[in-house]
């Protein structure tokens, strides 16, 4: 009997080492761990090695999520250098799908809505760095936004307001002062300004709005803005402007929503040292998500 016994114990320690050696182990005995096919199975957690991460410690904790056969899936949550979260991210067959969250490094959610295709669909927000939502909007199947569209100043005041069909502007969007009086109120058709149908309004028409959040200063309506000055590009105020390639009306460099100087929505056209358009980047929250190349 204990010679059975003995036999059994031998074959199971057999068993366990064949099983272990087709396994890589890094950290601990149930993370990061590939299969005898050199495929990364199960949970996974990335660690700072080397220096291989800007801003983060050795060894500092980076990212984590789970593998199935080598493939991304389920949520991953990726960190900043100061260990808050950085962004949760749904996967499935490696690829970004489901729902999707973006962190400032404050901590306070910056933008979240759910990936198709690398596309973002459905209703999608993003916020200002002091939790009053920016973006109200809703996409479409395609990744195109469709239906209204919303947007908000800091202190939670209206921007902007339309609708949208097939990514473009169509009928009237109204535009607001920071103070929630009616600015303009501009007709798209497909896209297209109509200047003849545009209405624009002085802050003689503030209305009163809700409160803004504890320890949002409002601004003066009175007061004097004095426009910031882009050596290249001239005068770009906040709001919906369009600039163009070395002064050239025939040529738009950027058309969208720009906050301090800077597109945060909309297109851009890249051209060459002679002035032939070669791409356009489609920018979303300050962000390129789309490039498609000029032949």
Known sequence: MKKHTVLI?????????GFAQGFEMYKGDTVNMKDAQDQKQG?????????????FAENQVVEDGNYLSGKKVGIWKRYYPNGRLKSELAFANNAPS???KFYYESGRIQEEGNWKD??????????HENG????????????KREGPQKYYFPNGNPMYEGDWREGKETGVLKEYYENGSLKAEKYFNDGKLDPGNTKNFD?????ERPKAPTGYIQPDPNAKVEKEINKELGSIPDGQFTTYFKGDKSKVDKDGIFKNKVLIEGK???YDGGGKLIKTNTIRGGKVVD???IK
């Open 118 to 127: 690398r596309k973002w669909v459905g209703n999608y927000k993003y916020y």
């Open 132 to 143: 009053v939502l920016y973006y109200d909007w809703e996409f479409n199947t395609e990744g």
């Open 9 to 17: 114990i031998f074959i199971a320690l057999l068993s366990f080492q």
């Open 98 to 100: 489901g729902s999707a």
């Open 291 to 293: 490039t498609k190349s």
């Open 203 to 207: 802050l003689g028409n503030a209305v």
């Open 268 to 270: 851009q056209n890249i």
């Open 43 to 55: 949970r996974w957690i990335v660690f700072n090695k080397g220096g291989a991460f800007a801003g």
